[in-house]
């Protein structure tokens, strides 16, 4: 298996809603990532897992909150987002908990906030 | 934080004809990588090449490297409708962080 997968592929939410999004591979890489990328942008990366401890965290506001419950799974917890969030979130996986690989990337939550 | 610009914006060119992209950083870097991404999905990895490295091919890719200028490109040669797609450079430097260019958007006429 060498895929990431990413569930659900398209979420609408309000502003007082809590949604999930979910992130799973079965690579056995230790390093994972969520990437929030605007329409017409490049990917900006907001969170990195490495060994299952959250690594890095690109001061991402606190509406958005990631969680590691093991190596293959990956969550990404919303709450009272704002419009401005909507935008399509890319999951990652790579093998080492560094950046000197090549990331895995899923096929993205497209994620609408009204 | 955007480390790279690619240059051009956008490319049409027709099918069987070379396409040449390239980007440029600002910072120094242990490796680069391209990435394809189709219309608003996920990102496909082409090609690393690192910092000691100056040239890779990988098929239809070509990718060169000159660190004294902190620039690379990225030639892909008999181009074909299904590379369509937009193009990103991913720099990886001290902070062990991915960080993309702008991107080109490649359409590529049948």
């Known amino acids: 298996d060498t895929e990431v997968t990413q569930t659900p592929k398209h979420l609408v939410m309000g502003m007082t809603n809590k949604k999930s999004l979910k992130c799973e591979q079965h690579?056995?890489?230790?390093?994972m990532y969520w990437y929030k990328q605007k329409a017409k942008k490049p990917p900006e990366l907001m969170f990195v897992?490495?060994?299952?401890?959250?690594?890095i965290n690109e001061s991402v506001p606190s509406r958005f909150s990631p969680e590691c419950p093991n190596s293959s799974l990956l969550n990404l917890h919303l709450h009272a987002l704002q419009p401005e969030d909507s935008a399509l979130y890319l999951c990652?996986?790579?093998?080492?908990?560094?950046?000197?690989?090549?990331?895995?990337f899923g096929p993205g939550t497209r994620l609408t906030v009204l | 934080s955007q480390q790279g610009e690619e240059d051009p914006q956008a490319l049409s060119i027709q099918e069987g004809e070379n396409a040449t992209m390239n980007c440029s950083y600002k910072?120094?870097?242990?490796?680069l990588q391209w990435y394809r991404q189709n219309s608003g999905r996920g990102l496909v990895h082409l090609i690393l090449?690192?910092?000691?490295?100056r040239e890779k091919h990988s098929g239809r890719l070509r990718v060169t490297l000159d660190t004294s200028k902190k620039s690379s490109s990225l030639l892909i040669t008999a181009s074909r409708a299904a590379d369509t797609a937009s193009y990103f450079c991913?720099?990886?430097?001290?902070?062990?962080?991915?960080?993309f260019g702008t991107g080109t958007l490649l359409a590529v006429q049948p």
């Open positions: 897992y490495s060994y299952e401890k959250l690594s």
């Open positions: 690579m056995g890489h230790r390093a």
């Open positions: 990652a996986s790579s093998p080492l908990g560094s950046g000197y690989n090549e990331q895995f």
């Open positions: 090449i690192r910092s000691n490295e």
């Open positions: 991913a720099t990886v430097g001290a902070t062990n962080k991915l960080i």
């Open positions: 910072t120094s870097i242990n490796n």
